[in-house]
T-cell receptor
Framework: DVKVTQSSRYLVKRTGEKVFLECVQDMDHENMFWYRQDPGLGLRLIYFSYDVKMKEKGDIPEGYSVSREKKERFSLILESASTNQTSMYLC?????????????FGPGTRLTVT | AQSVTQLDSQVPVFEEAPVELRCNYSSSVSVYLFWYVQYPNQGLQLLLKYLSGSTLVKGINGFEAEFNKSQTSFHLRKPSVHISDTAEYFCAVSRKAAGNKLTFGGGTRVLVKP
């Protein structure tokens, strides 16, 4: 079974803090994705990575950065957390770009910024 | 750019009744189409996908969807729901030229009542 794990299920941070969300996949997938999920808006792509050290902006990258130093690990960084970044964050992975491969999702991290 | 509209944010339905979840998309190019399900406190998992060929697609747990190119729709159906189908359902599209970067609809929450 493909497994995508996220470092925390729930996280509470203060405004201005630097926040790290970690995601690890065990299927040797080339692609990894970070989404945020908000009621009524579905999932919106923040960043994705198609290889180690490679990244591309998604639809809502402002206020976020990412890091992929190893193939299995993809980190989302909030440089200075703000209350409007309170949300559910979902990580996903898939085989290589260029084909409609299924994305496999982690359980999510619910982040609250106070 | 493409967009996905799920016309119903919530659908209450009685156990053993049929359900249809509506999804319309807009795109100027050919697309792949997906339905994902999110059970409470879990990540998303793939229900079914349309890549090409037959417009009627069968997925897991008795769900099916029909691709209608002229109406740019991809509605999801199940003839008889169970309590365990209570979940949120997401329609998503991927441009054929963009590999598997997904654009999601806002989601439809299905509540199955006994």
């Amino acid at each position: 079974d493909v497994k995508v794990t996220q470092s925390s299920r729930y996280l509470v941070k203060r405004t201005g803090e630097k926040v790290f969300l970690e995601c690890v996949q065990d299927m040797d997938h080339e692609n990894m994705f970070w989404y945020r999920q908000d009621p009524g808006l579905g999932l919106r792509l923040i960043y994705f990575s198609y290889d180690v050290k490679m990244k591309e902006k998604g639809d809502i990258p402002e206020g976020y950065s990412v890091s992929r130093e190893k193939k299995e690990r993809f980190s989302l960084i909030l440089e200075s957390a703000s209350t409007n970044q309170t949300s559910m964050y979902l990580c996903a992975s898939s085989k290589a770009l260029g084909a409609p491969y299924e994305q496999y999702f982690g359980p999510g991290t619910r982040l609250t910024v106070t | 750019a493409q967009s996905v509209t799920q016309l119903d944010s919530q659908v209450p339905v009685f156990e053993e009744a049929p359900v249809e979840l509506r999804c319309n998309y807009s795109s100027s190019v050919s697309v792949y189409l997906f339905w994902y399900v999110q059970y409470p406190n879990q990540g998303l998992q793939l229900l079914l996908k349309y890549l090409s060929g037959s417009t009627l697609v069968k997925g897991i747990n008795g769900f099916e969807a029909e691709f209608n190119k002229s109406q740019t729709s991809f509605h999801l159906r199940k003839p008889s729901v169970h309590i365990s189908d209570t979940a949120e359902y997401f329609c998503a599209v991927s441009r054929k030229a963009a590999g598997n970067k997904l654009t999601f609809g806002g989601g439809t929450r299905v509540l199955v009542k006994p």
